[in-house]
């Protein structure tokens, strides 16, 4: 107890900066360390499926539909939201990604502008992030 | 006393480490995110292929056109100036070996578009904010400046240009490609040296 009277000021600093350290690696609004492993699934290609992969896939899929368009394809408007990819880190839309229970599955016709929000996605820590591809899988 | 301050050095040096540690083990994205998204998203990122095309022709040394594919692809269909890092290269090892020079625009290019888009988003968010792509990739470099004729009866001075401007990175596209594979190797290989000789600058 003497210990601690005498050096609260060191014992303050010590936990003000565990606390800075903890709100700096977990907070949901900014990006994760390490980059590279963030980006692997992207080099490997395991982030790029398939429509016949779809219905193997477990958990509850969030299909999410950047196109400029209405949701054109019927076979998955019943799991599909659509958000425009300028405001994909606008609070409730990155709040219904993260609570998502399972694969979340980037959908657009401009398969380039799918892949830089995966990146971005991605390296802030969301997991199970897929980009949907229309090409058959011909790689 | 003495164990009091030992348990305060302990600390104090722990808590420095804790600090310090998360940013020099790995690499992280050093931009905030919206910024990113609102960069990368933008039409400034993407160069055309004419655009590509004319720095090819005018041999500008600012831009280093960076092709994504794997080697044996890149060696089969070379764009003049180019330097084959593959993608995976680009993320496993530290890219500041190759986007390091700030004054220099990196353009990045592959076969398919999700590769280039990844690679310019990985450079931007570590911070090499002079980093493009070529828009469509190296099959959009074959469909623009190999394919295309003029097909009109009058062509005005501006397509003129155009026209001529990838009628010459079309000939260069070709003499490089036409090269039997032992001196395009060779030539590849030498662009490779001639990079790490010009690290050192002269005095």
């Known amino acids: ?139 | 006393m003495e164990t009091g301050r030992k348990i305060c050095l302990l600390l104090i040096l722990l808590s420095l480490i804790l600090a310090l540690l998360p940013l020099t083990s790995n690499r992280s994205f050093t931009a905030k995110p919206h910024a990113l998204l609102a960069g990368v998203l933008s039409n400034e990122t993407s160069l055309s292929v004419d655009q590509v095309a004319e720095y090819i022709v005018k041999e500008d040394s600012t831009i280093q056109l960076i092709d994504l594919r794997m080697p044996e692809e890149f060696r089969k269909q070379t764009i003049p100036g180019a330097v084959n890092i593959p993608y995976t290269d680009l993320i496993s090892k530290d890219p500041d070996i190759w986007l390091g020079n700030k004054d220099t625009k990196s353009i990045f290019y592959s076969d398919n578009d999700p590769e280039q888009s990844f690679a310019l988003v990985y450079a931007k968010g570590l911070g090499y904010n002079n980093s493009f792509v070529m828009s469509g990739g190296a099959g959009e470099w074959v469909r623009t400046i190999m394919e295309t004729r003029f097909t009109g009866e009058r062509i005005t001075a501006r397509e003129n240009a155009l026209f001529e401007t990838r009628r010459r990175a079309g000939e260069m596209y070709t003499t490089l490609n036409s090269l039997p594979d032992s001196l395009k190797a060779g030539f590849l290989e030498s662009r490779k040296f001639s990079a790490k000789k010009l690290d050192g600058g002269c005095e």
Do not use: C
Not at chain 1, 30 to 46: C, H, I, L, M, Q
Not at chain 1, 90 to 115: F, H, W
């Open chain 1, 1 to 139: 107890m003497k210990l601690l009277k005498q050096y609260w000021i060191v014992l303050a600093i010590f936990i003000l900066i565990i606390v800075l350290v903890l709100i700096r690696t977990f907070s949901t609004g900014n990006f994760r360390y390490d980059a590279v492993k963030w980006a692997e699934p992207s080099a490997t290609g395991s982030n790029i499926i398939y429509e016949a992969q779809l219905d193997s896939m477990s958990g509850n899929k969030l299909l999410i539909d950047l196109g400029a368009e209405p949701v054109s394809d019927s076979r998955f408007s019943d799991i599909t939201v659509k958000m425009e990819p300028g405001s994909i880190l606008d609070k409730q839309n990155i709040k219904l990604i993260r609570k998502n229970r399972g694969p979340v599955i980037l959908y657009s016709d401009n398969t380039s502008e799918a892949a830089k929000i995966w990146m971005i996605l991605s390296e802030m820590g969301v997991k199970g992030l897929y980009i949907l591809s229309d090409d058959g899988g011909n790689k």
